[in-house]
């Protein structure tokens, strides 16, 4: 099998500003500067009274979005929209209420590529509907259709990509852990990175979306051993410790719908390279800290150790790069991890099944190029040391 691109990007800064996507490192790489605001902007005007839902089709369900966003002339409101997915194309249904709108002449809608406005004109003035950056996937902005519906805005859109469900018109916490599950089909997710408490954080917050099991390493750990990871350290050391994470890591490793949270630093397995057999068993997330002031220097930080290869980290499939670090915006980090973890099985949607694979044939140490049935690692290995 061929060798498989991973790593995607996200860099999370101290500063709340709007979602932007990039490409970079020859790889689908994200961009996320939102750490202190929802992840998914979008805007409804607070003069739209709620829709009857007369005489309209049957849909999968009636959603109520609450609308966070950083502009201060854009208050926080809530209010009810219709939303169905019909695998080819997704419908929005939007209230029209009291505007009294009925003609198309006072209707604007723009929708391209992942984004959606939608205003009308009322009194010589317009009323934003929605506007939004952030759909939950990629649309065919050219098969565009709308039109009314008695005192509803009924707007059709093309998917890209049919095979994807849509839990929702925009991309939030909630429509990206419904979306991820479908697209996970169980794999496990680690957390790996620096910090012991930041990996926990991040973990727990996961497997409460996805409804997976929350497991850590430290726990496990000191479980086992009646004693704290610290005084282990030390009396016997970091290597002692790593080694000790590593069993606990292949006895995990043949576990499905699981986030399990690594130890940080030193003392953790996912630092040193040769170690890693058993985290390519799910999709591994580094979360990293950085001193990167902006995007251009966070993609270079990273194309620097995907380059260099000397950071065992950069074995990662996902990384999300984090200015600093606050427990309360967990689930901020958990939804930029989800979102890219989104966008890398959706680059190869085959990927939940390698990883099936790699783990029935035993966690080799062949990831990403899988090896035929019968392969022996250290034949291989004593092979290479005789030549």
Known sequence: MAAIATTHLCFIPRNPTN???????????????????????????????????NNVKPLDRLCRLTCNTTSSTVSATTKNY????????????????????????????????????VRVQRHGSFITLIETNNLFDKIKPAE??????????????????PELKWPDIVESWESLTAGGIQLLK????????????VNQNVAQELAL????????????????????????????????????????????SSHVRAVVATLGGQQGVA?????????????????????????????????????DGNLAYSKADVVVKLQGWDADH??????????????????????????????????RGD????????WDPSAEAHASATT
Not at 223 to 247: I, P, R
């Open 19 to 53: 979602i932007l996507q990039f490409h970079s490192l020859s790889k689908s790489t994200l961009f996320i500067p939102n750490i202190y605001a929802s992840a998914s902007i979008a805007r409804f005007s607070s003069s739209v009274s709620p829709f009857k839902s």
């Open 82 to 117: 219709e939303f169905s997915d019909g695998s080819y194309e997704v419908e929005l249904r939007l209230p029209l209420g009291n505007l009294d709108i009925h003609s198309s002449k006072d209707i604007y809608v723009d929708a391209d590529g992942t984004s959606l406005t």
């Open 144 to 161: 565009t259709i709308w039109y009314i519906d008695e005192d509803q805005l009924v707007i059709n859109l093309k998917k890209q990509d």
């Open 186 to 197: 169980g794999t496990s997710i680690y957390i790996v990175g620096d910090s012991t408490e």
């Open 209 to 252: 979306g996805l409804g997976y099991t929350p497991l850590n390493t430290k726990e496990l750990l000191e479980t086992f051993t009646k004693q704290t990871v610290d005084s282990w350290l030390l009396a016997e050391g970091f290597d002692s410790v790593a080694e000790a994470e590593g069993a606990v890591l292949e006895s995990l």
């Open 271 to 307: 630092r040193r390279a040769d170690k890693w057999r058993h985290l390519y068993a799910g999709f591994t997330v580094w979360l990293s800290q950085t001193e990167a002031m902006d995007e251009d220097s966070a993609k270079e930080e990273a194309r620097r150790h995907i380059q």
């Open 330 to 363: 967990a689930r901020s980090v958990a939804q930029a991890s989800l979102h890219a973890l989104k966008q890398l099985i959706l680059s190869d949607k085959k990927l939940p099944g390698k990883k099936s694979l790699y783990i029935r044939l035993g966690c």
């Open 367 to 374: 990831w990403p190029n899988i090896k035929p049935p019968g």
